[in-house]
């Protein structure tokens, strides 16, 4: 089976700007998180997805919003970059509506670094 | 809301010792799990031990297991025999038994196996 993907690995961008971040979900899952994990620190969750809607947001602003699409896969966007949005964006997959027993536990894809000058 | 805290910012052992990791949560859910997130350099979140709090056996996994105190809300992860590819961040965290799917992190502990 295949595992999470994401896109790109790593990339940087002005203030100001928008990113796009892509996350491909592992083989048989329907849920999506993404959670923004800022240097030496825990990762925080900012949102997660089923059935292409949002189900759950963390602490984030409007500006960071997302999409899930028929095929599970999803987008993380941010508007208006500032320099506090530095930091590796880690999404995650499962599969909600199985048994608990490993079924939905969250598989994290390597992330994508995202540096704002 | 819930909090995740682990005290050791770093921790340093040679290999084929013992090692425990500590992690303490404040919470006033009843149903809940908490999980060992390993981080390596290549920085994906691998799972190392998960534990689920209506159970009072605490989990094992091979090297790895968990000393579960649900009433001092303390949750640490004893490795056994350690490797030197245990090295990584070690992350605690916590997640409800319902709702959005949503892990509260900790702070994270830099474990070092010296050869």
């Known amino acids: 089976e295949t595992g999470v993907t994401q896109s790109p690995t790593h990339l940087i961008k002005t203030r100001g700007q928008q990113v796009t971040l892509r996350c491909s979900s592992q083989s048989g899952h329907n849920t999506v998180s993404w959670y923004q994990q800022a240097l030496g620190q825990g990762p925080q969750f900012i949102f997660q997805y089923y059935r292409e809607e949002e189900n759950g947001r963390g602490n984030f602003p409007p500006r960071f919003s997302g999409l899930q699409f028929p095929n599970y896969s999803s987008e993380l966007n941010v508007n208006a970059l500032e320099l506090d949005d530095s930091a590796l964006y880690l999404c995650?997959?499962?599969?909600?509506?199985?048994?608990?027993?490993?079924?939905?536990?969250?598989?994290f894809g390597a992330g994508s670094r995202l540096t704002v000058l | 809301a819930q909090t995740v805290t682990q005290s050791q910012p770093e921790m340093s052992v040679q290999e084929a010792e013992t090692v425990t990791l500590s992690c303490t949560y404040d919470?006033?859910?009843?149903?809940?799990?908490l999980f060992w997130y390993k981080q390596p350099p290549s920085r994906q979140m691998i799972l190392v031990i998960r534990?689920?709090?209506?159970?009072?056996q605490n989990a094992t996994e091979n090297r790895f297991s968990v000393n579960f105190q649900k009433a001092a809300k303390s949750f640490s992860l004893k490795i056994s025999d350690s490797q030197l590819g245990d090295t990584a961040m070690y992350f605690c965290?916590?997640?409800?038994?319902?709702?959005?799917?949503?892990?509260?992190f900790g702070q994270g502990t830099r474990l070092t196996i010296n050869p």
């Open positions: 965290a916590f997640m409800k038994h319902r709702g959005a799917q949503k892990l509260v």
């Open positions: 995650a997959s499962s599969l909600v509506g199985g048994a608990w027993d490993g079924a939905n536990v969250l598989t």
């Open positions: 919470t006033s859910e009843n149903n809940y799990y």
């Open positions: 534990q689920e709090a209506y159970k009072q």
